[in-house]
C-alpha cells in the first residue's frame, strides 16, 4: 500500500513539471508533456532495478528457496485483496466480487494465513483490481503521462486511485502492538515480491526494445485498458521499491 503522503508529492510535482519546458509536438500526441523529465525520472529508476533491486533479488533467490518465494508471495497476494475486494464492489462486479471474498476466506484460514493459495489450487484465480480501474471504468482519462523515482509510470488517474486504495486497506485502522514494524515488514516483502515476479519481463523487455522508455508506455497504457476493459492482465511497471 502506497501513503497519500507520496501520492501529493506527485501531483505537486506533475504541477511544476508543466512549467519546466515547452513539450514537442510528438510528446503532445503520445499525451506525454513531461517526456523530457519522465525520461530522466526513467532511467534513475532503471538505474535502481539494475543496481539495487536486482543484486538484492538475487540475494533472495539465492537464499530462500523457491517454495518460500511462492509463500510469500501468496501471503503479500491475500493481504491485498480487500483492496481487490473493494474494487470490485464498487465496480458492481458480484461474481468477481464473491470469487474474491472466496479467496480471502480460504486462503486465510485453511491457507495457512495466506501463505498457500488453496483458493487457486481448487479453480478461484486471483484478478487484479484497484480504484484506478475503477475510475477508468467511470470514464474518468488516464491524464497526462507520468513517471514517478522508484514507482514508475503513474498516471494521474493511477496516482489517485493508488491513494484512495490506501483508504480500503483494512490494516490501516486496525490498532495492535507493533503495528509500524508490521506496516514496514509488509511493504519490505511485497515490494520485493514485486521485483522478483516482474524481473524476468522486465529484462526482457528492456533486452528487445529499441527505446525500452517508449515501450514501457505503450505497454503500460495497453494493459491497463485491457484491466478496464475486463481481462486479467498484469501491468507492465518498474519494480515498487
Not at 501471503?75 to 458492481?92: F, K, M, R, S, Y
Not at 472466496?102 to 501463505?115: D, E, K
Request: net charge positive; charged share 20%; with cysteine.
Amino acid at each position: 500500500m502506497r501513503s497519500t503522503g507520496p501520492a501529493l508529492y506527485a501531483v505537486l510535482l506533475g504541477f511544476s513539471l508543466s512549467g519546466c519546458s515547452t513539450p514537442s509536438a510528438q510528446s503532445l500526441a503520445q499525451h506525454d508533456p513531461w517526456e523530457a523529465t519522465n525520461r530522466r525520472v526513467f532511467a534513475f529508476d532503471v538505474w535502481v532495478e539494475h543496481h539495487i533491486a536486482r543484486p538484492v533479488d538475487d540475494g533472495y533467490r539465492t537464499v530462500v528457496p523457491k517454495f518460500a518465494r511462492e509463500g510469500v508471495h501468496n501471503l503479500t497476494t491475500n493481504l491485498h485483496e480487500p483492496i481487490v475486494l473493494a474494487n470490485d464492489v464498487l465496480q458492481g462486479q458480484g461474481k468477481k466480487a464473491a470469487g474474491t471474498l472466496s479467496r480471502i476466506v480460504i486462503n486465510s484460514t485453511v491457507g495457512v494465513a495466506g501463505l498457500i493459495d488453496v483458493a487457486g489450487r481448487v479453480g478461484i484465480s486471483y484478478h487484479d483490481n484497484d480504484f484506478g480501474i475503477t475510475l477508468g471504468k467511470g470514464g474518468i482519462a488516464e491524464g497526462s503521462y507520468l513517471v514517478l523515482p522508484f514507482v514508475g509510470p503513474m498516471p494521474p488517474r493511477d496516482l489517485l486511485g493508488s491513494a484512495v486504495d490506501g483508504a480500503f486497506d483494512p490494516l490501516s485502522y486496525a490498532r495492535f502492538h507493533g503495528k509500524d514494524t508490521w506496516l514496514f515488514v509488509r511493504s519490505g516483502l511485497r515490494v520485493l515480491d514485486t521485483v522478483d515476479k516482474r524481473r524476468d519481463q522486465f529484462e526482457s523487455i528492456e533486452r528487445t526494445s529499441i527505446d525500452f522508455y517508449a515501450t514501457t508506455r505503450n505497454l503500460y497504457r495497453q494493459s491497463r485498458r485491457a484491466l478496464i476493459r475486463g481481462k486479467n492482465t498484469g501491468a507492465m511497471q518498474l519494480p515498487d521499491l
